[in-house]
Nanobody, 123 residues
């Protein structure tokens, strides 16, 4: 059974930084891409970033390009999201998602979701 545990969220001022982590278990982590999604209050869940199985390819939403960096450690079955220059509109619950394939263009999400981690950016 696939399990996802996101962590690292919190309250931060606009312009600040946070690093999210997601530990994945229950599947061969290194074979699949992994994505980050977010859901703000009263909005639909949206794609943020994804990283290919090898870590060499990435894909970002336009809204976070140049500010967020996704990375992975296949030895630790963990994916990270480094978030810099945070804006009020980045406030959301962030979820990681193990992909259906190895690639990121396009990223194919699965139906596996964790509880998420809340990021609140104060203006």
């Amino acid at each position: 059974q696939v399990q996802l545990v996101e962590s690292g969220g919190g309250l931060v001022q606009a312009g600040g930084s946070l690093r999210l982590s997601c530990a994945v278990s229950g599947r061969t982590f290194s074979r699949y891409a992994v994505g980050w999604f977010r859901q703000a209050p009263e909005k639909e869940r949206e794609f943020v970033a994804a990283i290919g199985s090898s870590g060499r390819t990435t894909n970002y939403a336009d809204s976070v390009k140049g500010r967020f960096t996704i990375s992975r450690d296949n030895a630790k079955n963990t994916v990270y999201l480094e978030m810099n220059s945070l804006k009020f509109e980045d406030t959301a619950v962030y979820y990681c998602n193990p992909g259906a394939g190895a690639g990121v263009a396009p990223y194919a999400a699965t139906n596996y979701w964790g509880k998420g981690t809340l990021v609140t950016v104060s203006s």
